[in-house]
């Protein structure tokens, strides 16, 4: 049974920093990618940063590049995502999901197309707020 739990959110004042992890269970990390989303009321949710694939392709979203690093432990079976300088702009729920098909493409912008992953952690709240 495949499965994704997400923890680390919380309340960070601007320019703080927080980690947030992926419990995975049910798959190997190897063959899958695994992307973090984000989404607030009212807008569609968006990719952040996807760990692609047994050799670890690693992409992100523009608005995030040189703030957040996304990195896994595969004997541990959990991703993270290093959030630091964080804005107002990055309060949202943040999912991690998982890809059979991504690690195959051929398209790199297919990452982060929410409609090509299948399993779905529950969310975390991340509120950056002074």
């Known amino acids: 049974q495949v499965q994704l739990v997400e923890s680390g959110g919380g309340l960070v004042q601007p320019g703080g920093s927080l980690r947030l992890s992926c419990a995975t269970s049910?798959?190997?990390?190897?063959?899958?990618?695994i992307t973090w989303f984000r989404q607030v009321p009212g807008k569609e949710r968006e990719g952040v940063s996807c760990?692609?694939?047994?050799?670890?392709?690693?992409y992100y979203a523009d608005s995030v590049k040189g703030r957040f690093t996304i990195s896994r432990d595969n004997a541990k079976n959990s991703v993270y995502l290093q959030m630091n300088s964080l804005k107002p702009d990055d309060t949202a729920v943040y999912y991690c999901?998982?890809?059979?098909?991504?690690?195959?493409?051929?398209?790199?912008?297919?990452?982060?197309?929410?409609?090509?992953?299948?399993?779905w952690g529950q969310g975390t709240q991340v509120t950056v707020s002074s």
């Open positions: 999901a998982a890809s059979i098909s991504v690690p195959y493409m051929t398209v790199p912008a297919i990452w982060s197309d929410k409609a090509e992953y299948k399993y």
């Open positions: 760990i692609s694939g047994s050799d670890g392709r690693l």
């Open positions: 049910g798959f190997s990390l190897d063959y899958y990618a």
